[in-house]
């Protein structure tokens, strides 16, 4: 059954945060559940999120909750073992909406997650996430 892997050990980087206000648009948002948060990045030719988990773990499902007009209409997800160097696990077509989108993710086992966005739909590359979910289980 898949469970979320962000836990508190997760590492998380961004790209970039909107007028560096970390504190009102900051990566911390993608995870806090809150309806009212968000992380905003600020403007640039594509955007992305880093994660570092504790442990392996096998991805199945990304859920991307965006803000419509401030998405993007490719994504794509790469991953890694041990430090080894990231390698491309698949592409996605998210759409332009503030729906929650679920992407399904061929099983794989990683310790290190990179989420980029590219061509989005803001004219000045910026990128508004609600929610962010990795989901999946726990490697043995």
Sequence with gaps: MSQSLVCPETVSRVSSVLHRNSRQFGKKHLFDQDEETCW????GP???VTLEFPQRVHVMQLQVQFQGGFSCRH???EGSQSGDTLNKIVDFYPEDTNA?????IPTVEVDRLKLTFEDTTDFFGRVVIYHLRVLGEKAV
Excluded: A, G, K, M
């Excluded at 905003?40 to 403007?43: H, L, M, T």
């Excluded at 929650?100 to 399904?104: A, D, P």
């Design 100 to 104: 929650l989108q679920t992407f399904s």
């Design 46 to 48: 594509s955007q992305w």
């Design 75 to 77: 994504s794509y997800l």
């Design 40 to 43: 905003n990045s600020d403007q």
